[in-house]
T-cell receptor, first 112, second 113 residues
Framework: ETGVTQTPRHLVMGMTNKKSLKCEQH?????MYWYKQSAKKPLELMFV???????ENNSVPSRFSPECPNSSHLFLHLHTLQPEDSALYLC???????????FGEGSWLTVV | QKEVEQDPGPLSVPEGAIVSLNCTYS??????FMWYRQYSRKGPELLMY????GNKEDGRFTAQVDKSSKYISLFIRDSQPSDSATYLC?????????????FGTGTRLKVLA
């Protein structure tokens, strides 16, 4: 079992749909992150949670809505997305914010 | 100027070659340097983590940091086809309220059998 698991691995959604990405970490870490990875671009930090409190929101459009019910689980709720939002969405965790981060396998999102 | 520059490649080498992957950066405040390996359609996997200048070795991998030149390198000895992946450099500076790693765009490596 990997330390950070993400579901679903692949998702295709229409622009009017509402869906959610789920992440669970089994490492006992206190911080969790959402990153976006697009082709030929550096990883983009979206959100950071520390002990279930959002500590950074990196100017992400409101059509992306994170939720962190506890230190082991993180969600990314998606609604009215655009085709340019198609990307690999990576969840990660670290012992505390700023420590070495460990990534999940990612969720491939395609918006049609 | 980008904070981190990394040649996207692809870099193709024969099996057994020594591979050198590099990143340059502009902010001298960076203190922590990481290398991640990312296989196709997978998440990045932490390979090496260094703090301060100098070399760190782990098996066939050596991470090198030259803070005076703002240059970091990852060397892979006796490269194998299984090393074919994209290699991402990342760095971070400690500052209150700062949680942001800066990533390079990644270098795609192909090791030919």
């Amino acid at each position: 079992e990997t330390g950070v698991t993400q579901t679903p691995r692949h998702l295709v959604m229409g622009m009017t749909n509402k869906k959610s990405l789920k992440c669970e970490q089994h490492l006992g870490h206190n911080a969790m992150y959402w990153y976006k990875q697009s082709a030929k671009k550096p990883l983009e930090l979206m959100f950071v949670y520390s002990l279930e409190e959002r500590v950074e929101n990196n100017s992400v459009p409101s059509r992306f809505s994170p939720e962190c019910p506890n230190s082991s689980h993180l969600f990314l709720h998606l609604h009215t997305l655009q085709p340019e939002d198609s990307a690999l969405y990576l969840c990660a965790s670290s012992q505390d914010p700023g420590n070495t981060i460990y990534f999940g396998e990612g969720s491939w999102l395609t918006v049609v | 100027q980008k904070e981190v520059e990394q040649d996207p490649g692809p870099l193709s080498v024969p099996e057994g070659a020594i591979v050198s992957l590099n990143c340059t950066y502009s902010n001298s405040a960076f203190q922590y340097f990481m290398w991640y390996r990312q296989y196709s359609r997978k998440g990045p996997e932490l390979l090496m983590y260094t703090y301060s200048s100098g070399n760190k070795e782990d098996g066939r991998f050596t991470a090198q940091v030259d803070k005076s030149s703002k240059y970091i390198s990852l060397f892979i000895r006796d490269s194998q086809p299984s090393d074919s992946a994209t290699y991402l450099c990342a760095m971070w500076k400690f500052a209150p309220g700062t949680y942001k790693y800066i990533f390079g765009t990644g270098t795609r490596l192909k090791v030919l059998a």
